[in-house]
Nanobody, 126 residues
């Protein structure tokens, strides 16, 4: 059983920054890709960013490229999402998730991820 716990959300003005963290238990964290998703009220959950098991490869949705950075520290079993130049449209609950495929590739599809955190709220005011 894998548990993922997000933290770092909050209220920030447009143009500001936040750093989300996702701490995982278990010894297998370093063998799996991780992803960040978000869900705004009344909208479907959408992919934000993913990082492969080693941290070498990353992928972002177009709307956050150049503003968000995903990273991981396998020694700490933690994945991060640094969010800069935040916009009101970034407001959502942010979730981290673990890919179910051992040393798999990067995926934007929620059904590929088998464990999810409880989410952390990010609110960007204009």
């Amino acid at each position: 059983q894998v548990q993922l716990v997000e933290s770092g959300g909050g209220l920030v003005q447009a143009g500001g920054s936040l750093r989300l963290s996702c701490a995982a238990n278990g010894r297998t964290f370093s063998s799996y890709a991780m992803g960040w998703f978000r869900q705004a009220p009344g909208k479907e959950r959408e992919f934000v960013a993913a990082i492969n098991w080693s941290g070498i490869s990353t992928y972002y949705t177009d709307s956050v490229k150049g503003r968000f950075t995903i990273s991981r520290d396998n020694a700490k079993n933690t994945v991060y999402l640094q969010m800069n130049s935040l916009k009101p449209e970034d407001t959502a609950v942010y979730y981290c998730a673990k890919d179910q495929v051992l040393r798999g590739g990067l995926s934007t599809t929620p059904r590929v991820y088998d464990y999810w955190g409880q989410g952390t709220q990010v609110t960007v005011s204009s």
